[in-house]
């Protein structure tokens, strides 16, 4: 069984602020996928990244930035100089390799940035 | 974006009704899926497909039922509807392969509440 957990129900922070937003997995294989997914107020979820188990090198893109530590059993994401359209809800997700590709999500985080 | 369309988008309807929820898709991506998220759940897995005619059950999938006849078209039905299938329902694709192009890509959803 595969279990995703994201303990931080909901984060505010003030504008320009970084913030971390926490997540840890479970899984008995050796080769998964973990991702992460942007739903803004929206409603639409929005793949950020993908990361493969055998590649623990993190990952910069803009503002946004990874970390993956196989040895904790994390996939954390940092938003650097948060922004107020950087509030949304946050989820982390695991997919095993070799299953037809669906998703375990963990329950997501409520990033809400305030100006 | 990815070309996902989930219809109606929001339905209102009794209990004991059946009802059936359309995803289509213009990629011809092979799996497709059904999610349901509820506040504190994230987002479940209900159904999915890895082929025409090929379905497969979820975490969530009493109450539930699914067809895929042609490529493009993913339908989910809940054969009489109940008040804890009140829900936000997300059709999602992911292609065939191992490179960065099989994320699953998701559709706007679809807000059910049943009374």
């Known amino acids: 069984a595969q279990k995703v957990t994201q303990a931080q129900t909901e984060i505010s922070v003030v504008e320009k602020e970084d913030v971390t937003l926490d997540c840890v997995y479970e899984?008995?294989?050796?080769?998964?996928?973990l991702f992460w997914y942007k739903q803004p107020p929206s409603g639409e979820l929005v793949f950020l990244i993908r990361?493969?188990?055998?590649?623990?090198q993190n990952e910069i893109s803009g503002r946004y930035s990874w970390n993956f530590q196989k040895s904790t059993s994390s996939f954390n994401f940092t938003i650097t100089a948060s922004q107020v359209v950087d509030s949304a809800v946050y989820f982390c997700?695991?997919?095993?390799?070799?299953?037809?590709?669906?998703?375990?999500f963990g329950s997501g985080t409520q990033l809400t940035v305030l100006p | 974006d990815a070309g996902i369309t989930q219809s109606p988008r929001h339905k209102v309807t009794e209990t004991g009704t059946p009802v059936t929820l359309r995803c289509h898709q213009t990629?011809?991506?092979?799996?497709m899926y059904w999610y349901r998220q509820d506040p504190g759940h994230g987002l479940r897995l209900i159904h999915y497909?890895?082929?025409?005619?090929?379905?497969d059950k979820g975490e969530v999938s009493d109450g539930y039922s699914v067809s895929r006849s042609k490529t493009e078209d993913f339908l989910l039905t809940l054969e009489s509807a109940t008040s804890s299938q009140t829900s936000v329902y997300f059709c999602?694709?992911?292609?065939?392969?191992?490179?960065?192009?099989?994320?699953?890509?998701f559709g706007q959803g679809t807000r059910l509440t049943v009374v």
């Open positions: 497909s890895y082929g025409v005619k090929d379905t």
């Open positions: 899984t008995r294989d050796t080769t998964y996928y």
């Open positions: 990629e011809n991506h092979r799996y």
């Open positions: 997700a695991l997919r095993a390799q070799g299953s037809a590709r669906q998703l375990t």
């Open positions: 999602a694709i992911s292609a065939s392969g191992t490179g960065l192009n099989t994320e699953a890509f």
């Open positions: 990361r493969n188990s055998f590649d623990e």
